[in-house]
C-alpha cells in the first residue's frame, strides 16, 4: 500500500524535505543545504541521498512510497523540465527524470510558488476549496493558481506569475523584471517601504514612520494600527493594487477563495481589510463573494504541496 | 460507435444548431428561433424537438450519438446548472438534466463565450493548441479561458469574464455591470466609438470621422489604415487597454495563444498590430512570445465549440 510520500521544497539556501503520509499528515521534516556550486550538479544527488537516508531510519520500505513532490524556484514546463533556476544555478533539467531515476520512484515537479499554492489548498487557508488564488508577498510578490485542484502552470512556465501583472500605469521606476508598474513594485515588503517613503518625502505631516531606520513593512503596518496617518495611506496603496490585481485574477479564474501569504501577511486583518474593500469595489459582481484568507503554512507550505503533486496528479 | 454529435448555440434571437461529425467534420448546420416567451419555458423542448428531427431526416440512429453540447448566454456552474440568462428569461435551471431527459442523449452545458474558447481551439484560430485565451470584441466584450484542453468556468461561473477587467483607473462613466473603468468600455465596438468621440470633441483637427453620423467602430478602423490621426489614435486606445488586458492574462494562465474575434476583429492587421505592441511591452518576460491572432470561424464557433464539450469532457 502506498501510503508514504515527500514533499520537497527546493530553496537558494536550504532544500526543505517532508515525509508524509499521503492522507496528509507529516510525519517529519527536516532541511539539507542547497550546495550551488558547479551550477547546482550536486542538488539533485544530495535529495536523492537524504530521502534514502531518511527511509532507512524510519524503516520504511520502498514500496511504500508514492512518490516525491518537489517544488523549484523557476519555470517548470507540464513535462517536467524546469527551464532555468537562477537561484540554483540550473539551466534547462529535466527534474523529474534525474531525481526519479536516482531514487527509482515516481517524481512530480512543480514551480515553488505554484506548489506552495496547492500546499495552502491541500492542508493550510484554502482547504476545502478546489479553485484558489495565493499571493504571496515577501521580498517580492509570488502567487499560484489552482483550477478545479489542478495547478496551472502555463505554457511557459509563467501561470501565476501575479506578482508582474501591471497595475501601476503612472510608475516611474523600473521593476527587476526591466517593466514598469508591476504589482511587485507596490505590494512586496519592499514595495509598500517605497510608497511609504515617497509619502513621508512629499509631506511635511508628522509620522512615527519618520523615527524608523531602516524603515520596514512590519512597521508601517504596526504603526497604521496605531492610526499614524502616513502608514494608513500606504497599507491603503497596497490594498489598493493587490485588490485590483485579484479582480484580474477573478476576471480569469474566477477562483472560490484568494490565500494571502508571505512575511507581509503577518501584518493580519489591517491586511485583509484594505484589500477585500478593493477588491470587492474592482470585481465584477458574479465574483464579489469570493473567500479572501490568509496562509497558514508559511515557509512549509512548498513542502506540504509537493506532496500533494504525487497524491492527485 | 459513438461517431455523431450536437453542438447547440443558444442565442437571444436564435439557437443555431450543429450536426458534427466527433473528428470535428460539420455535417449540417441550421438555425431555430429563441422562443422567450414565459421565461424561456419552450426553448429546452424547441431543441429537443429539433434534434429528433434532424436524426430522423438524415437516417442516423440514436446509439451513434455521444452526446448534446450546448452553449449558453450566461453563467453555467460545473454540474450544468445555468444562473440566470437574462437574454433568454431563465432562472435557475439545470439545462443538462431537462435536455437529457428529453433527448435521452448525454448533454454538457457551457456559457457561451467559454463555448466559442473551445470552438476555436478545436477547429479555428486556436487549433493545434490546449491553452488559450479568447477575446471576442463586440458590441461588449466576451472572453473564454482554456487550460489544458479545458475551459475555466470558474466558481461562479464567471472564468473567462475579461470584458469586465478593470484597467481604465480614472474612467468616470460607468460600465453595464455597475463598475467603472472595464476594458469593455474602452476595446467593444461601442467603447471605441465613445473614445473617438471623445477625441474629437477635445480637439480642432480635422478628421474624416467627423462626417460619419452615426460614427462606426468600423468607420473608425477604415479611416486609421487610411492615416486619419483620430482614428488612429482611438485604435491605439483600444489596443493600448486589450494589450493591457491581455498582459493580466498571462499573469495568471500564460496561454500560448491569444485568439480575437468578434465583429470588431473584422478589422484584422490594423488592430492585431496594436493590441501586439502593447501585449509585448506590458507582459512579463516569459510570456512574451505568446502567438496573438485572429478568430476563424466567426459566429459558428459557439456551435463547434458546444459539439467539443461532448467529445472532451
Known amino acids: 500500500m502506498k501510503d508514504i510520500c515527500f514533499g520537497v521544497d527546493v530553496g537558494g539556501t536550504t532544500v526543505k ?15 539539507i543545504p542547497t550546495r550551488k556550486e558547479e551550477k547546482g550538479k550536486y542538488v539533485i544527488g544530495d535529495i536523492a541521498a537524504a530521502l534514502e537516508k531518511e527511509l532507512k531510519e524510519k524503516h520504511i520500505e ?5 512518490g516525491v513532490g518537489i517544488g523549484v524556484p523557476g519555470p517548470v514546463l507540464d513535462d517536467g523540465t524546469v527551464n532555468v533556476c537562477v537561484n540554483i544555478g540550473w539551466g534547462v533539467i529535466n527534474v523529474a527524470n534525474e531525481l526519479g531515476t536516482l531514487t527509482g520512484l515516481p517524481v512530480k ?8 499554492a496547492l500546499g495552502e489548498m491541500w492542508q493550510g487557508g484554502g ?5 484558489m488564488a495565493l499571493f504571496t508577498l515577501g521580498t517580492g510578490v509570488g502567487g499560484g493558481i489552482i483550477v478545479n485542484g489542478k495547478p496551472v ?32 513594485q507596490v505590494a512586496s515588503a519592499t514595495g509598500i517601504v517605497k510608497e511609504a517613503k515617497k509619502l513621508l518625502a512629499g509631506s511635511e505631516k508628522a509620522s512615527a514612520l519618520r523615527n524608523y531606520e531602516p524603515l520596514t513593512a512590519k512597521a508601517i ?14 497599507v491603503e496603496i497596497l490594498g489598493k493594487y493587490l485588490g485590483i490585481a485579484m479582480a484580474h485574477v477573478a476576471g480569469v479564474v474566477d477562483p472560490e477563495i484568494f490565500v ?11 491586511l485583509l481589510d484594505a484589500i477585500e474593500k478593493n477588491y470587492r469595489q474592482y470585481v465584477f459582481h458574479a465574483s464579489r463573494d469570493a473567500i479572501i484568507t490568509l496562509a497558514t503554512l508559511g515557509n512549509d507550505a512548498g513542502m506540504y504541496g509537493a506532496a500533494r503533486l504525487v497524491i492527485e496528479n
Open 153 to 184: 502552470n502555463g505554457s511557459h512556465g509563467a501561470g501565476g506569475e501575479v506578482g508582474h501583472i501591471p497595475v501601476v500605469m503612472d510608475e516611474t521606476e523600473v521593476c527587476t523584471c526591466g517593466k514598469k508598474g508591476c504589482l511587485e
Open 17 to 31: 524535505i517532508g515525509l508524509f503520509q499521503t492522507d496528509g499528515q507529516l510525519l517529519n521534516s527536516f532541511e
Open 62 to 66: 520502498k514500496e511504500r512510497v508514492a
Open 127 to 131: 482547504k476545502g476549496h478546489d479553485s
Open 260 to 270: 494571502i501569504g508571505g512575511g507581509v501577511s503577518k501584518a493580519g486583518k489591517i
Open 221 to 234: 503596518f504596526d504603526e497604521a494600527k496605531k492610526g499614524d496617518e502616513i502608514a494608513m495611506e500606504a
Open 109 to 116: 515537479v512543480g514551480n515553488d510558488a505554484t506548489v506552495a
